[in-house]
């Protein structure tokens, strides 16, 4: 299924994706009160791909992990990373390079329980013009994730 066949909630938030919304006030620390609720195992991709990009836009990054299995699995080129928290620790150093933007996807592709995202991500600062992810959703969670983006440092 490409991007054009997404349900109307999707699309809008793609669309402020496209215009390079940045996440809203995130908070850097989980909040140690905060518990994820219950989200269904029978999320499809479709759902538990846009649940998560709303939870990213709102700035609420807790719920936005809520979406990965707490035992998910990162793999981005040489390392790997294990379990929700950690996760979340490698979304934050990707994003705190760039200042928290959201990334500009160009193509989302689902196929059954796997996400294709491309994207794109220009700052001042740095930049990426080939980024991918790909995610296995199953049982209403995220429980891999492959990463690719080459970064650009730009000279000041």
Known sequence: MTISNFSARLM?????????????S??????PAFECPKLSKKLSAEEVF???MEALLDGNLDLAFCYYAEDAV?????????????ARIAFMNF?????????HPSSVTI?????????????????VQDGADTFVIRDGRIQAQTVHASIVFHAP
């Open 26 to 31: 995130p908070k850097k620390d989980k909040d």
């Open 111 to 127: 196929a059954g329980e796997v996400v294709l995202a491309t994207f794109s991500l220009v700052t001042p600062h740095a930049s």
């Open 12 to 24: 809008f938030v793609m669309s402020l994706l496209v215009a390079g919304q940045s996440l809203a």
């Open 74 to 86: 990162i793999v981005l080129p040489g390392s790997v990373v294990q379990g929700r928290e950690q």
């Open 50 to 52: 846009t649940g998560r």
């Open 95 to 103: 994003g705190s390079v760039f200042g928290g933007l959201i990334p």
